[in-house]
């Protein structure tokens, strides 16, 4: 069953589609930053790509979230949403919002764009991921709570469903953690303390409940067996993310000045968190395997098998191999974190969010599929982006375990900057295969415009 409110979620999804353009070629800058140091310099520091980079990720899945849930919620509820009216005005305040940012970032210093966002008055600015000036941090949390009340009172009003109430529960963890980036205490220690109650809980706690409602929503259209086994699976999936997600953000407190037994905990809890990406894995082959339908989207059902096995590798594997302390204690901080973050990001989030935009898109524009044509295309694009991001994280590994040995292991440590003159093969070979992620990309977002329409309605 189709509703009207869900076509809430097109501009959503197209805005973060472009969004995710520009982050991906601001990577490429960065990428040739690492291997021809003054490119573009000083129009575009390489604190400003990366700023720019990292922002951009942030913004664009928040907006690939949001329109997700624009789009599940009604069909979960049985009822139209609580005020499409609102969903449109809080996307061009949002848009409007992150636009001015980036810009900001680009064309004004730093420091002077911190003084004239009044962070003297209530300093949040100059943190990892958390560069945000003051008015749009408050203007996310604007856009957050229309967002949450619209979507709340969706689901208060129609079905309740585990699936929708899972999702509810991130999107409101969401907000809530968000809440960690304005306060900003003197103290470093405490500071870095707190700073993960947003960056890690994010990332390794409520983003994984959207997740996997997100992945189980797509898997019960695809395949067709029954809600009550998803749901079964979405349980222990969840119940385990929480339990080792939220314990295991000792793994960040290892060496900040926390006490001792984080590195118990961190290490203990941070060893078991593989587990829920694995049952993800492990859940999404399952259902598709028992099937009692061959949907007609092959390319979301590939996506929807896609983001359980990257974001089991991403992760869990990559994130297993440095999280134990006395394995972190040397690769704290070096490429084999930057390793683990872009295979971790791409297989969990930025896969589930195209694999909905791949299910939902054909449907808002009247079908159940796109053509065979086109999906050819969009396979084409998850192979090209999903086989260049396994090697980048290959290089970037490699790249690491040079630097741990060069630089912190040797009995003549070499000095950061020789080190990473060592490892510029590496750094060039992951940006030849940037490069290919971003013609991926393109082909993705060409497969929507080519092949015609399917035979088949979408009220199907």
Known sequence: MQFQSQKVAMPYFIAAIGLFVGQILFGLIMGLQYVIGDFLFPAIP?????????????????????????????????????????AWLMFWVFLVAGALTILGYLLVPYASLASMTFNDAWPT????????????????????????????????????????????????????????????????????????????????????LILGSLLAFVLIKVTGVDREIIEKWLYMIIAMTLITGIVGMGHHYFWIGTPEYWQWFGSVFSALEPIPFFMMTIFAFNMVNRRRREHPNKAATLWALGTGTMAFLGAGVWGFLHTL????????????????????????????????ISY???????????????????????????????????????????????????????????????????????EITGVVFLIGLVVYILSFFVGGETKESAAQ
């Open 325 to 356: 302390a006395p394995v972190n204690f040397y690769t704290h901080g070096t490429q084999i974190t930057a390793a683990h973050g872009h295979m971790a990001f791409y297989g969990a989030y930025v896969m589930v969010v195209l694999t909905m």
């Open 125 to 208: 600015m100059g943190r990892e991921f958390l560069e945000q000036p003051l008015p749009t941090k408050l203007g996310i949390v604007v856009v957050a709570l229309v967002f949450l009340f619209n979507i709340s009172m969706t689901v208060l009003k129609g079905r309740k469903t585990s699936i929708s109430l899972v999702l509810l529960m991130g999107l409101w963890g969401l907000a809530i953690f968000f809440l960690f980036s304005f306060y900003n205490p003197s103290n470093l220690v405490l500071d870095k303390y707190f700073w993960w109650w947003t960056v890690h809980l994010w990332v390794e706690g409520v983003w994984e």
């Open 360 to 430: 939902a898109m054909p449907m808002m524009r009247g079908r159940v599929a796109n053509s065979g044509k086109s999906q050819i295309m969009e396979m084409w694009a998850f192979w090209l982006m999903t086989v260049s991001i396994v090697f980048i994280t290959l290089f970037l590994t490699a790249a690491g375990i040079l630097q741990v040995w060069l630089q912190r292991v040797s009995t003549t440590p070499l000095g950061f900057m020789a080190a990473q003159d060592q490892a510029m093969l590496f750094y060039w070979l992951r």
């Open 46 to 86: 390489f604190n400003v790509a990366r700023m720019v980079h990292t922002n951009l990720l942030i913004v664009w899945l928040l907006f690939g979230f949001m329109g997700a849930a624009y789009y599940m919620i009604p069909e979960e509820t049985e009822t139209e949403l609580f005020s499409p009216k609102l």
